[in-house]
């Protein structure tokens, strides 16, 4: 049953793949991207027409696709393993001060160096930061490190959110100031390849790591006793853990900016309707999430003429989500 649900969910995200790529305000076959692709790999001549459907597919639609499947596994899966190690289907990526740290890091980027490569490393560097903030937090707790790490979290993403509002302030209105506020709203719009091919080989090594610790986060999810009766190391095992669901946040933050409520929502309805055995879950849950953003790219991208922020519909679409799940649980008891 495991391995068959994850086959199809495998399958789904393959047929929704072959989908999209032809979908969006310049619509294209699957046979017509085949074919000018084959005459433009072979160097034949191309038309006019082909030229263009290389050029669309290579250089704008491919990497966003592949940017939109690697944010939406990143965010469902941290959000899986973070709710599972902390027994609290109500933990987001966000709780360890990630977003918060790495919109800080974007923010001085945008405001001080004006520099679209220097902002990327650092909202990289500041989720880490917002992440080291936390843990540095909860040692000053070490009674109950769970809860310590939660609150921790909270100060974190406070403190960082006030440095956020104050480089808002002082940006300049005209341009740095509007740059970023869409870039915190989240969008796969500045998408390429140079960022992808950096970024993403930490992202996949974050998503296979941690969708095969399933044993692992269902040990921890019985708490520190009973991890260490089955014989696990609970306390580095858990910063391993976190450690790699952070990681892999981070990057899908410096590809789309802050995108709200995926992380949180997917793994909840996941859990809702396949259950807490994380040998299935962390897998599924990465499914789900990376065919939840690639769907919801794809409407953002095809509907209107000009493209609105990504962040603003993944919460949209959530939210009711996320209300009717936390009815049907209610129901279901």
């Not at 091919?197 to 019985?222: E, K």
Request: hydrophobic share 50%; net charge positive; glycine share 8%.
């Amino acid at each position: 049953m495991n391995k068959r649900l994850i086959s199809l969910l495998s399958i789904g995200l393959l047929v929704a793949l072959v989908f999209v790529m032809q979908a969006g305000r310049y619509p294209v076959t699957v046979s017509e991207i085949i074919k000018a692709l084959i005459a433009y790999i072979s160097h034949q001549p191309m038309t006019e027409r082909e030229s263009q459907i290389v050029l669309l597919f290579l250089s704008v639609r491919l990497p966003r696709l592949l940017a939109a499947i690697l944010v939406g596994a990143s965010l469902s899966l941290s959000g899986a393993v973070y709710q599972s190690i902390f027994r609290n289907p109500l933990v987001s990526p966000g709780i360890l001060g990630v977003l918060a740290g790495a919109s800080t890091g974007a923010a001085v980027g945008i405001v001080v160096f004006s520099s679209w490569p220097i902002t990327q490393v650092l909202s990289l560097v500041g989720g880490l930061a917002g992440v080291s903030l936390s843990l540095l937090l909860s040692k000053l707790y070490p009674r109950s490190p769970t809860m310590a790490l939660l609150v921790g979290g909270l100060v974190s993403s406070s403190f960082f959110s006030a440095f956020s509002s104050l480089f808002k302030y002082l940006a300049d209105t005209e341009n740095q100031l509007p740059e970023l506020t869409y870039w915190l709203m989240g969008t796969l719009s500045r998408t390429s390849w140079p960022q992808l091919l950096w970024v993403s080989p930490f992202m996949i090594f974050g998503i296979i790591f941690l969708s095969l610790s399933g044993r692992s986060v269902n040990a921890l999810s019985l708490g520190d006793e009973e991890a260490m009766s089955l014989g696990l190391n609970s306390r580095s095992e858990r910063l391993k853990l976190i450690g790699v669901a952070t990681l892999v946040c981070s990057c899908s933050v410096i590809i789309t900016g802050i995108i709200n409520w995926v992380g949180l929502v997917i793994p909840h309805i996941v859990r809702l309707c396949i259950g807490p055995n994380n040998l299935t879950l962390l897998p599924a849950s990465a499914l789900v999430g990376a065919l939840f953003v690639l769907l919801t790219d794809t409407v953002v991208r095809s509907v209107w003429t000009a493209e609105l922020p990504l962040g603003i519909f993944t919460s949209i679409i959530c939210l009711p989500l996320f209300a009717f799940s936390l009815w049907r649980d209610r129901t279901r008891r």
